[in-house]
C-alpha cells in the first residue's frame, strides 16, 4: 500500500512487531525521469540481494519467489512510480508491503531480519519536520506551510489583511516624496514600512494562532533588509529563522529547498536545551543516561521523554514484562526497542544523530527524562 503521509505512533508499533523475513528500503528520490530510474534500479538491487541472502539461508523458494512477486508488484506500479518525492521508503515482509513516498530526504540504508528497521521513520515521525514561513517584501507577503510528507505549500488566509505595503499605510506606493504627506525622504519610508512590519506580524499572529496556538513549529522568514529586521523585531512567540535575500525571486520548490536545509540546525538547539532541562532531574533521580535502567522504566512507563541515537547498534534481547536486557550481538537494536516501548507508553521520543546533541549531559547514546524515579 502506498503512502504519502508519515506512519503514526500505532502504525510504528504494528509495523516493529518481529516477522520471520523482512526486508527495509530507504532510497533518496526525486520527480524526474533519471530520478525514477535511479529509484527503481535501487529498489530492485535490494529485492535481488534479499533474495539471494534467503537462498543462501536455506529459506524455502517459495519464500524467495515471494519478494521477487512482491517487487514485481511494485514495479508495475505507475502509482507510485510517477508521484516521487524526496525519498521512498519500502517494508517487505511475507505478510506486508507497504510505501511511504515522502519530503523528508532519507540517506540510502537498506537492512534485513527479524524486524524492520524503522529508526528513519521514527526520527521522522517524532522529530518535527513541520514549519511555517513567511516570504516578506515591500511588494507583497505570503504565508507557506512544510511537512514532513509534503513539500512547502502557500497557505490560505482566513483573515482580510492588507496585501502590501501600500495597501498596509493606506497609500498608492511608499516610493517617492509626493504621496508621503509630512513624512519625506528615508526617514519617511523607514516610518512606512516600520508600520508595514507591524501590520503584516499582526496579520500573521492571527492566521498561525489558529494553526498553532501553542507556537511550536519554527517560523522561516525570507526577506531583505530593512524589512527583515523590523519584522523580527515584533516580538512574536514563534521561534524565527531568517533567511536573507530576494523572496519575490524564490520559486516554491526553492523555499522548500532553503526550509529543508536549515531546519535541523533549528531542531537540534531547541533539543539541546531540552536535554539540558532533562539533565537537571538528576539530582532527585528524573533522569538517567544507563540503557539497562532506561529499558526498565521504558517498560514500566515511567520515561516521559527519551532522546537517543539512532546511528549507535547495541544489540541485546528487551524483555517486555520486566525491562530486563540482555546483550547479544545476534538480538535486536536495543535502543530502537526502548524507543518503541516509550512510543506504547504515550511518551515522547526524539532519535537524533550523536553530533546533533550539545548538552554537556549527553552522552551520545541515550537520555531518559523520566516521570517519576524508579523505586
Given at each position: 500500500m502506498?503512502?504519502?503521509?508519515?506512519p503514526?505512533?500505532?502504525d510504528?508499533l504494528?509495523?516493529?512487531e518481529?516477522r520471520?523475513?523482512?526486508?527495509?528500503?530507504y532510497l533518496?528520490?526525486?520527480?524526474?525521469?533519471?530520478g525514477r530510474e535511479r529509484?527503481?534500479?535501487?529498489?530492485?538491487s535490494?529485492?535481488?540481494?534479499?533474495?539471494r541472502t534467503?537462498r543462501?539461508q536455506?529459506?524455502?523458494r517459495g519464500?524467495q519467489?515471494?519478494?521477487?512477486?512482491q517487487?514485481?508488484?511494485?514495479a508495475a506500479?505507475?502509482?507510485?512510480?510517477g508521484n516521487?518525492?524526496r525519498?521512498?521508503?519500502v517494508?517487505?515482509?511475507p505478510?506486508?508491503?507497504?510505501?511511504y513516498v515522502?519530503?523528508?530526504e532519507?540517506a540510502?540504508?537498506?537492512?534485513q531480519?527479524?524486524?524492520?528497521?524503522?529508526?528513519p521513520?521514527?526520527?521522522?515521525?517524532?522529530?518535527?519536520?513541520?514549519?511555517?514561513?513567511l516570504t516578506l517584501?515591500?511588494d507583497?507577503?505570503?504565508?507557506w506551510?512544510?511537512t514532513?510528507?509534503h513539500?512547502?505549500t502557500?497557505?490560505?488566509?482566513?483573515g482580510?489583511?492588507?496585501d502590501?505595503a501600500?495597501?498596509?499605510t493606506?497609500?498608492?506606493?511608499i516610493r517617492?516624496r509626493?504621496?508621503l504627506?509630512?513624512?519625506?525622504g528615508?526617514?519617511?519610508?523607514?516610518?512606512l514600512?516600520e508600520?508595514y512590519?507591524?501590520?503584516?506580524?499582526?496579520?500573521?499572529r492571527?492566521?498561525?494562532?489558529?494553526l498553532?496556538?501553542?507556537?511550536?513549529?519554527p517560523?522561516?522568514?525570507?526577506a531583505?533588509?530593512?524589512?527583515?529586521?523590523?519584522?523580527?523585531a515584533?516580538g512574536?512567540p514563534?521561534?524565527?529563522?531568517?533567511?536573507r535575500?530576494?523572496?519575490?525571486?524564490l520559486?516554491?520548490d526553492?523555499l522548500?529547498a532553503a526550509?529543508?536545509?536549515?531546519?535541523g540546525?533549528?531542531n537540534s538547539?531547541?533539543l539541546?536545551r531540552?536535554?539540558?532541562?532533562?539533565?537537571n532531574?538528576f539530582?532527585?533521580?528524573?533522569?538517567?543516561?544507563?540503557?539497562?535502567?532506561?529499558?526498565r522504566?521504558?517498560v514500566?512507563g515511567?520515561?516521559?521523554?527519551?532522546?537517543y541515537?539512532?546511528?549507535?547498534?547495541?544489540?541485546?534481547f528487551?524483555d517486555p514484562?520486566s525491562?530486563?536486557?540482555r546483550?547479544?550481538?545476534?538480538?535486536?537494536?536495543?535502543?530502537?526497542?526502548?524507543a518503541?516501548?516509550?512510543l506504547r507508553?504515550s511518551g515522547?521520543?526524539?532519535?537524533?544523530?550523536?553530533?546533533?546533541?550539545?548538552?554537556?549531559?549527553?552522552n551520545?547514546?541515550?537520555?531518559?527524562?523520566?516521570?517519576h524515579?524508579?523505586t
Amino acid at each position: 500500500m502506498i503512502h504519502d503521509e508519515l506512519p503514526t505512533t500505532a502504525d510504528l508499533l504494528r509495523l516493529a512487531e518481529p516477522r520471520p523475513d523482512t526486508l527495509s528500503v530507504y532510497l533518496p528520490t526525486d520527480p524526474t525521469p533519471a530520478g525514477r530510474e535511479r529509484a527503481y534500479a535501487g529498489l530492485k538491487s535490494a529485492v535481488d540481494a534479499a533474495a539471494r541472502t534467503l537462498r543462501e539461508q536455506g529459506r524455502s523458494r517459495g519464500t524467495q519467489e515471494l519478494f521477487r512477486a512482491q517487487w514485481a508488484g511494485l514495479a508495475a506500479d505507475d502509482a507510485l512510480w510517477g508521484n516521487l518525492s524526496r525519498s521512498l521508503v519500502v517494508l517487505l515482509a511475507p505478510d506486508v508491503a507497504e510505501e511511504y513516498v515522502l519530503a523528508n530526504e532519507f540517506a540510502p540504508r537498506t537492512s534485513q531480519g527479524r524486524r524492520f528497521d524503522l529508526a528513519p521513520l521514527v526520527r521522522a515521525v517524532t522529530t518535527p519536520q513541520s514549519a511555517f514561513a513567511l516570504t516578506l517584501s515591500s511588494d507583497g507577503w505570503n504565508l507557506w506551510h512544510a511537512t514532513g510528507s509534503h513539500r512547502v505549500t502557500e497557505l490560505e488566509l482566513a483573515g482580510d489583511h492588507a496585501d502590501d505595503a501600500a495597501d498596509a499605510t493606506n497609500r498608492m506606493s511608499i516610493r517617492g516624496r509626493k504621496l508621503l504627506r509630512r513624512l519625506g525622504g528615508d526617514e519617511g519610508q523607514k516610518v512606512l514600512l516600520e508600520r508595514y512590519a507591524q501590520v503584516v506580524a499582526d496579520a500573521v499572529r492571527e492566521e498561525l494562532g489558529r494553526l498553532d496556538p501553542s507556537a511550536t513549529l519554527p517560523v522561516f522568514l525570507f526577506a531583505n533588509d530593512p524589512l527583515g529586521s523590523m519584522f523580527t523585531a515584533q516580538g512574536l512567540p514563534w521561534s524565527i529563522t531568517w533567511v536573507r535575500g530576494a523572496p519575490d525571486e524564490l520559486r516554491p520548490d526553492q523555499l522548500d529547498a532553503a526550509i529543508r536545509e536549515r531546519i535541523g540546525e533549528v531542531n537540534s538547539a531547541a533539543l539541546s536545551r531540552r536535554a539540558e532541562a532533562i539533565g537537571n532531574g538528576f539530582a532527585d533521580g528524573r533522569a538517567s543516561i544507563d540503557l539497562a535502567q532506561v529499558a526498565r522504566a521504558a517498560v514500566a512507563g515511567a520515561v516521559g521523554t527519551l532522546i537517543y541515537d539512532m546511528d549507535t547498534e547495541v544489540k541485546g534481547f528487551l524483555d517486555p514484562g520486566s525491562g530486563e536486557v540482555r546483550f547479544d550481538d545476534s538480538g535486536d537494536d536495543l535502543l530502537g526497542l526502548i524507543a518503541l516501548e516509550v512510543l506504547r507508553n504515550s511518551g515522547e521520543v526524539r532519535a537524533v544523530r550523536a553530533d546533533e546533541i550539545t548538552a554537556g549531559i549527553w552522552n551520545g547514546r541515550i537520555l531518559a527524562g523520566l516521570r517519576h524515579p524508579l523505586t
